[in-house]
């Protein structure tokens, strides 16, 4: 059975501050990881990929992939109003070509 | 890179008419393209999986014979929505896959409200 899990929210943290994001998934064999960034009414947006464990840094983003936990975060660090989205773990299961997402996070940045 | 593009990004219908959605990359090539619908406040839910010249893959409980999937080419599927009804009112948003194995991102299009009355 494929399950990412994440929890809903929301996340509520102050303009500057760094904002964790957490995801765990149920099957071993995932291969390849993901975070899109979704606004309220829009499409999802790709933000990272993670293929292999440890960090993985674009400017304020930085993806980091534990397979031995099973767990996979996002850090966006000096967090910005405009961060305010919920943020989609994405996860593909060896063997399959589809993406199983989780529910989402909901992030609010307050100014 | 990686510009997927749909169309058209909102729609309008009658209950009772048939509606296609286009989704194209448009800088590059789709072997594989990824049909979904969301409901307001709720996760995206994968409906088909689209692969080019060849019959569509939906998910356990998606009928095949009222949303028809079409992948002509390497930068176009379509959806059509056939003799749609107020309850297929939603949005309905593809995603394209570049590469094979592990570099198999999938980027999305913007998406169609469709709102049937």
């Known amino acids: 059975q494929k399950e990412v899990e994440q929890n809903s929210g929301p996340l509520s943290v102050p303009e500057g501050a760094i904002a964790s994001l957490n995801c765990t998934y149920s099957?071993?064999?995932?291969?390849?990881f993901f975070w899109y960034r979704q606004y309220s009414g829009k499409s999802p947006e790709l933000i990272m990929s993670?293929?292999?464990?440890g960090d993985k840094e674009d400017g304020r983003f930085t993806a980091q992939l534990n397979k031995a936990s099973q767990y996979v975060s996002l850090l966006i660090r000096d967090s910005q109003p405009s961060d305010s989205a919920t943020y989609l773990c994405?996860?593909?299961?060896?063997?399959?070509?589809?993406?199983?997402f989780g529910k989402g996070t909901m992030l609010l940045v307050s100014p | 890179g990686a510009v997927v593009s749909q169309h058209p990004s909102r729609v309008i219908c009658k209950s009772g008419t048939s509606v296609k959605i286009e989704c194209r990359s448009l800088?590059?090539?789709?072997?594989?393209m990824f049909w979904y619908r969301q409901f307001p406040k709720q996760s995206l839910m994968l409906m088909a999986t689209?692969?080019?010249?060849?019959?569509?893959?939906?998910e356990q409980g998606v009928e095949k014979d009222k949303f028809l999937i079409n992948h002509a080419s390497l930068t176009l599927s379509t959806l059509t929505v056939t003799s749609a009804h107020p309850e297929d009112s939603s949005f309905y948003i593809c995603?394209?896959?570049?590469?094979?194995?592990?570099?198999?991102?999938?980027?999305f299009g913007p998406g169609t409200r469709l709102t049937v009355l």
């Open positions: 994405a996860v593909i299961v060896s063997g399959y070509s589809t993406l199983t």
């Open positions: 099957d071993r064999g995932s291969q390849s």
């Open positions: 993670i293929y292999s464990n």
């Open positions: 689209s692969n080019e010249g060849s019959k569509a893959t939906y």
């Open positions: 995603s394209a896959k570049t590469g094979v194995g592990r570099t198999d991102t999938q980027y």
């Open positions: 800088d590059f090539q789709a072997t594989t």
